[in-house]
C-alpha cells in the first residue's frame, strides 16, 4: 500500500469516526432534552402488553440467563462492544475501500439515532426493571437502574444540574444498541468473512439488551425496524449526495486529502456489491 493510500485510509477513519463521535455527543444531549419534553403518559403497559402477546416476559427470561454466570459475562461484553463495532465498521470499510458503504453506515446511524430520540418523545417507556424488579445476581441490569431517576427527574423538570462525565442511556424505546448492532451485521453482509465475527456478536447484543440493558421485546424490535428502513432509505437518499463522478461524500474527501483519483483508491477490496 503506497504512502497516498495509506495517508487516505487514516484519514477516511479519522473523517468518519470523527462524524460519529460528534453525532454521538449530540444525540446524547437531544436524548435528555427528548426526555424532558415527552408526553406525560407513560406506556410501559401498553408495551408490556405487547411483549406479553409475543410470548416474551421479561423478568422471567432474564432470571432464567441469571442461572448462568458465564453466559451473562459473555453477553457482558456484547453489550460493551456498541462502540467498539461502530469503530470497527468505520476501519473495515476503509481498509476495503467500501467508502460507498461507509457513506450509507453513517448516514443510516445519524438518521436512525435522530429518528430514536424523536420517538421516544412521543412514546416515553421507563423500563422493565423498574416495574417488574430487578432482584438478579448475574447480570448487571441493576447497574441501569440509576437512569431510571434520571430519566424521571427529567421529565418532571426537577433535574437542573447534569452529569455529561457519566451520563445514563434515558431511552428504552427503540434500543439503539440493537439499532447499532444490526446495521453492523448488515454492513459486515458487505464485506467476506466479516459476518462470521459480526453476526454471533450481535445475536449475543440482542439478547444482552434484555439481560444487561434493562430492555422490552418491543424496544428491540422497533428498533430492528427503524435501521433497516433507514437502511433501505439509505441507498437511494445517499445517491443525491454522490458527485457528478459517482465519488462517495468520504471518497471525495479522502481524494482531496490524498492528492489522488478516485479510481485509484481501492485498497484491494473484497467487497459484496
Same mark, same amino acid.
Given at each position: 500500500?503506497?504512502?497516498?493510500?495509506?495517508?487516505?485510509? *487514516? %484519514?477516511?477513519?479519522?473523517?468518519?469516526?470523527?462524524?460519529?463521535?460528534?453525532?454521538?455527543?449530540?444525540?446524547?444531549?437531544?436524548?435528555?432534552? !427528548? @426526555?424532558?419534553?415527552? &408526553?406525560?403518559?407513560?406506556?410501559?403497559?401498553?408495551?408490556?402488553?405487547?411483549?406479553?402477546?409475543?410470548?416474551?416476559?421479561?423478568?422471567t427470561?432474564?432470571? %432464567?440467563?441469571?442461572?448462568?454466570?458465564?453466559?451473562?459475562?459473555?453477553?457482558?461484553?456484547?453489550?460493551?462492544?456498541?462502540?467498539?463495532?461502530?469503530f470497527?465498521?468505520? *476501519?473495515?470499510?476503509?481498509?476495503?475501500?467500501?467508502?460507498?458503504?461507509?457513506?450509507?453506515?453513517?448516514?443510516?446511524?445519524?438518521?436512525?439515532?435522530?429518528?430514536?430520540?424523536?420517538?421516544?418523545?412521543?412514546?416515553?417507556?421507563?423500563?422493565?426493571?423498574?416495574?417488574?424488579?430487578?432482584?438478579?445476581?448475574?447480570?448487571?441490569? @441493576?447497574?441501569?437502574?440509576?437512569?431510571?431517576?434520571?430519566?424521571l427527574?427529567?421529565?418532571?423538570?426537577s433535574?437542573?444540574?447534569?452529569? %455529561?462525565?457519566?451520563?445514563?442511556?434515558?431511552?428504552?424505546?427503540?434500543?439503539?444498541?440493537?439499532?447499532?448492532?444490526?446495521? #453492523?451485521?448488515?454492513?459486515? &453482509?458487505?464485506i467476506?468473512? #466479516?459476518?462470521? @465475527?459480526?453476526?454471533?456478536?450481535?445475536? @449475543?447484543?440482542?439478547?444482552?439488551?434484555?439481560?444487561?440493558?434493562?430492555?422490552?421485546?418491543?424496544?428491540?424490535?422497533?428498533g430492528?425496524?427503524?435501521?433497516?428502513?433507514?437502511?433501505? #432509505?439509505?441507498?437511494?437518499?445517499?445517491?443525491? !449526495?454522490?458527485?457528478?463522478?459517482?465519488?462517495?461524500?468520504?471518497?471525495?474527501?479522502?481524494?482531496? *486529502? !490524498?492528492?489522488?483519483?478516485?479510481?485509484?483508491i481501492?485498497?484491494?477490496?473484497h467487497?459484496?456489491?
Amino acid at each position: 500500500m503506497t504512502g497516498s493510500r495509506i495517508g487516505a485510509l *487514516f %484519514f477516511s477513519v479519522a473523517l468518519s469516526a470523527s462524524i460519529q463521535i460528534i453525532a454521538s455527543s449530540c444525540g446524547l444531549i437531544l436524548s435528555y432534552i !427528548a @426526555a424532558a419534553h415527552s &408526553l406525560s403518559t407513560i406506556f410501559d403497559s401498553q408495551v408490556q402488553r405487547i411483549d406479553a402477546l409475543l410470548g416474551f416476559n421479561w423478568h422471567t427470561f432474564v432470571a %432464567f440467563i441469571d442461572n448462568f454466570p458465564t453466559v451473562c459475562t459473555i453477553l457482558l461484553f456484547a453489550y460493551l462492544s456498541m462502540f467498539s463495532q461502530i469503530f470497527a465498521i468505520i *476501519f473495515i470499510c476503509a481498509l476495503k475501500g467500501d467508502l460507498k458503504g461507509l457513506d450509507r453506515f453513517i448516514f443510516t446511524m445519524m438518521v436512525s439515532l435522530l429518528l430514536t430520540v424523536l420517538i421516544s418523545i412521543f412514546v416515553p417507556i421507563v423500563g422493565p426493571a423498574s416495574i417488574q424488579g430487578h432482584d438478579f445476581i448475574n447480570t448487571t441490569v @441493576a447497574g441501569n437502574v440509576p437512569a431510571i431517576p434520571v430519566y424521571l427527574e427529567l421529565r418532571s423538570g426537577s433535574l437542573r444540574v447534569v452529569d %455529561f462525565i457519566a451520563p445514563s442511556g434515558v431511552i428504552c424505546l427503540p434500543s439503539f444498541h440493537t439499532v447499532v448492532g444490526v446495521l #453492523a451485521t448488515i454492513v459486515a &453482509l458487505r464485506i467476506r468473512y #466479516a459476518i462470521f @465475527a459480526f453476526l454471533p456478536l450481535n445475536i @449475543a447484543l440482542f439478547i444482552s439488551t434484555f439481560v444487561h440493558g434493562g430492555h422490552y421485546l418491543t424496544d428491540d424490535l422497533v428498533g430492528i425496524a427503524v435501521v433497516t428502513t433507514v437502511w433501505w #432509505a439509505s441507498r437511494y437518499l445517499c445517491s443525491v !449526495a454522490l458527485t457528478a463522478s459517482g465519488e462517495s461524500a468520504v471518497q471525495t474527501e479522502i481524494g482531496k *486529502f !490524498a492528492g489522488i483519483g478516485s479510481n485509484s483508491i481501492a485498497f484491494n477490496s473484497h467487497v459484496v456489491q
